[in-house]
Antibody, heavy 123, light 110 residues
Framework: EVQLLESGGGLVQPGGSLKLSCAAS????????MSWVRQAPGKGLQWVST????????FYTDSVKGRFTVSRDSSKNTLYLQMNSLRVEDTAVYYC????????????????WGQGAQVTVSS | QSVLTQPPSASGTPGQRVTISCSGS????????VNWYQQLPGAAPKLLMYSNNWRPSGVPDRFSGSKSGASASLAISGLQSEDEADYYC???????????FGGGTKLTVL
């Protein structure tokens, strides 16, 4: 059974840092790309970042470029999101999601999601 | 402002058929597969439809998807009360080099 368990969320002041983790199990972690998707309170879903299966390719949405860093540790089956220079508008539930499918980025899709980690940026 | 455009709300009575649209452009829906997610209140999103019109195992065949040009749609037939949820479309965007989502459609079963 696929399981994705996020941790590391919490309350942080503007300008602060936080590191999210996503512990994965039930599938071959080093074979699949992974992503972070967030949802601000009462709002829709927003893709944040993606990392390929080897960790050699990463993508970010424009609003987090230069502030967030996605990484993965295959020895621990864990995905990370290092978030620096946090802003009030980064307040959201952050979900990690695994990909399925093949044939290129335009053909793959998120097939499993974690339950989410709450990140609140406030003074 | 979401890159993909969905109606903010939709509704129907039990047994009815409802359709949710998702409009994009040549850089996303026009050149990529469309996927749909269902989010029940207080829960994580769940994959509902992938590659335009494929249902994951366990998703009832009451749900169907289609795509034409830069637009896609999700149809739900035989509407049931448990279908009341938020629905999101998403696709890869070549110009943004990332995934874009619709703003979500809140489906109400009257």
């Amino acid at each position: 059974e696929v399981q994705l368990l996020e941790s590391g969320g919490g309350l942080v002041q503007p300008g602060g840092s936080l590191k999210l983790s996503c512990a994965a199990s039930g599938f071959t972690f080093n074979s699949v790309a992974m992503s972070w998707v967030r949802q601000a309170p009462g709002k829709g879903l927003q893709w944040v970042s993606t990392i390929n299966n080897s960790g050699g390719t990463t993508f970010y949405t424009d609003s987090v470029k230069g502030r967030f860093t996605v990484s993965r540790d295959s020895s621990k089956n864990t995905l990370y999101l290092q978030m620096n220079s946090l802003r009030v508008e980064d307040t959201a539930v952050y979900y990690c999601a695994k990909y399925a499918g093949g044939g290129g980025w335009s053909l793959i899709y998120f097939d499993y999601w974690g339950q989410g980690a709450q990140v609140t940026v406030s003074s | 402002q979401s890159v993909l455009t969905q109606p903010p709300s939709a509704s129907g009575t039990p047994g009815q058929r409802v359709t949710i649209s998702c409009s994009g452009s040549s850089s996303n829906i026009g050149s990529s597969a469309v996927n749909w997610y269902q989010q029940l209140p207080g829960a994580a999103p769940k994959l509902l439809m992938y590659s335009n019109n494929w249902r994951p195992s366990g998703v009832p065949d009451r749900f169907s998807g289609s795509k034409s040009g830069a637009s896609a749609s999700l149809a739900i037939s035989g509407l049931q009360s448990e279908d009341e949820a938020d629905y999101y479309c998403t696709a890869w965007d070549d110009r943004m080099n990332g995934w874009v989502f619709g703003g979500g459609t809140k489906l109400t079963v009257l």
